[in-house]
């Protein structure tokens, strides 16, 4: 059935190492971006704001904006990851129609798309934490939990993302998801500033979001604060990331199946 959930098998490895494959080819720029982009966040605004806010819930504030920037390049990895290079691969490549042509259906093409996503997120955390560490923001290991977090999240959102790729008739479609979802979720979800006193509607709104549940676990992980309702928390990204990824193989069935 066209709604039935979609079936998980191996075959999604070969999706992803295709994706890993052509990385590689531009892993150079890739990096320039993963790590200048962070740097310039931590530098102008952790310690030039910081200088004027002091401390952040108890944190120097460069720190308390260091946790928020992982979630956040997260986030925006795999949107983009999600949204541009998978639309590319999809409608204009067409490299999608060959995969499902051969002993491979779309449920394994979208899985394969998920982890890959799920890889370059965990790549630009990594990036941005060896640029925490040489700044001496990063103090306890468990922000080596971090990064299977990293992975978590980036598979959270680049579902979500297919899903918009699934319904997106040409690039200029995604200025909506991000004006509508991805710009609020950045700016109420932690990332700069706690949303406590933010209008009591802002702050419910704020906590439906997938990425203030992102930040409520690796802020904890990246400092000495503690980790209140972790599974509370991995329910609600998992939702998110489960649901889209069942929506984006309906939508995509249709669209290119039908």
């Known amino acids: 059935m066209l709604s039935s959930f979609p079936q998980i098998s191996a075959r999604w490895i070969p999706v992803w190492w295709r994706n890993v494959l052509v990385w590689k080819k531009l892993a150079g720029p890739s990096f320039v971006g993963n790590f200048g982009e962070p740097l310039f966040f931590l530098l102008a605004l952790g310690y030039g704001l910081g200088s004027l806010i002091g401390d952040m819930n108890g944190l120097p504030y460069l720190i308390f904006l260091a946790s928020g920037i992982v979630c956040s390049s997260a986030m925006n990895t795999a949107t983009f990851e999600g949204m541009y290079a ?26 394969g798309e998920i982890i890959w996503i799920g890889t370059k997120s965990l790549i630009s955390v990594a990036a941005i934490l060896l640029v925490a560490s040489f700044m001496g923001i990063i103090e ?8 299977p977090m990293a992975f978590f999240i980036g598979c959270c959102f680049g579902a979500m993302a297919l899903v918009v790729t699934a319904l997106s ?3 200029d479609f995604f200025l909506y998801y991000f004006t509508l979802l991805i710009t609020p979720m950045f700016l109420l979800s932690g990332v700069f500033f706690l949303p406590d006193n933010l209008h009591p509607v802002i702050q419910l709104i ?6 203030s549940h992102a930040v409520d676990i690796v802020r904890p992980l990246m400092t000495e604060l503690p980790l209140n309702n972790l599974m509370l928390h991995l329910s609600v990204l998992v939702f998110y990331g489960v649901g889209a990824y069942w929506l984006a193989v309906v939508l995509l069935k249709k669209r290119l199946l039908v």
């Open 86 to 111: 998978a639309y590319t691969r999809m409608a204009v490549q067409e490299t999608w129609g060959g995969m499902i042509s051969a002993p491979m259906n779309l449920d394994d093409v979208v899985l």
């Open 140 to 147: 306890t290991w468990t922000t080596l939990w971090v990064l």
């Open 169 to 171: 008739p040409s690039y």
């Open 206 to 211: 704020a906590q439906l979001l997938p990425l």
